[in-house]
């Protein structure tokens, strides 16, 4: 399965910093902060303003949205997202990547989706937050939001094939 439109970038920003101390996105690589590079990459990308969520704003180069569900963690960033996306599917992607490139973004732009999305993989490691979600993984994520249940890592592995 293919997309039928691009889909949206939504940069994850949003976080505690709880065990570094400091704002990751925050942090300055080349002259620039990992957000703001996240950013540029993401908008080079499509050519479209991308979403980053959880972050009040700091300029004009992408729109920014507070969670629509506080302290739920990325889960909750990727449900404002998708809400936001208009039935688009969502690139969700952490701010505080700093191997990221542009190639990167355009590989998993390139790639098919499941029904539910494409997550990226580090060998057997799944890596939720670069990766595709559709619009058909909105349910499932606010189903578990209602249970109580925060982890990206624990909702693909009860999918499995769905991405």
């Not at 399965?1 to 940069?11: D, E, F, N």
């Not at 942090?27 to 303003?49: I, W």
């Not at 599917?89 to 494409?118: H, I, M, R, Y």
Request: aromatic residues 4%.
């Amino acid at each position: 399965m293919t997309y039928s439109t691009t889909p949206r970038i939504a940069v994850l920003a949003g976080g505690r910093s709880s065990r570094m101390g400091t704002d990751k996105g925050n942090l300055m690589l080349v002259g620039e902060t990992l957000l703001a590079r996240t950013v540029r990459l993401a908008r080079a990308a499509t050519g479209e303003t991308p979403l980053v969520i959880g972050r009040v704003a700091t300029d004009t180069n992408a729109v920014y949205l507070p969670d629509d569900v506080a302290e739920t963690g990325p889960v909750g960033g990727l449900l404002t997202a998708l809400r936001h996306a208009g039935g688009r599917a969502v690139l969700a992607v952490s701010c505080d990547l700093p191997a990221l490139s542009g190639e990167a973004f355009e590989w998993l732009l390139a790639q098919s989706t499941g029904n539910l999305g494409t997550v990226t993989r580090n060998g057997e490691q799944w890596e939720p937050l670069f990766a595709v979600y559709t619009a058909a993984a909105m349910p499932l994520i606010e189903a578990n939001i209602a249970a109580g249940k925060r982890s990206l890592h624990a909702l693909i592995k009860a999918e499995g094939d769905g991405f």
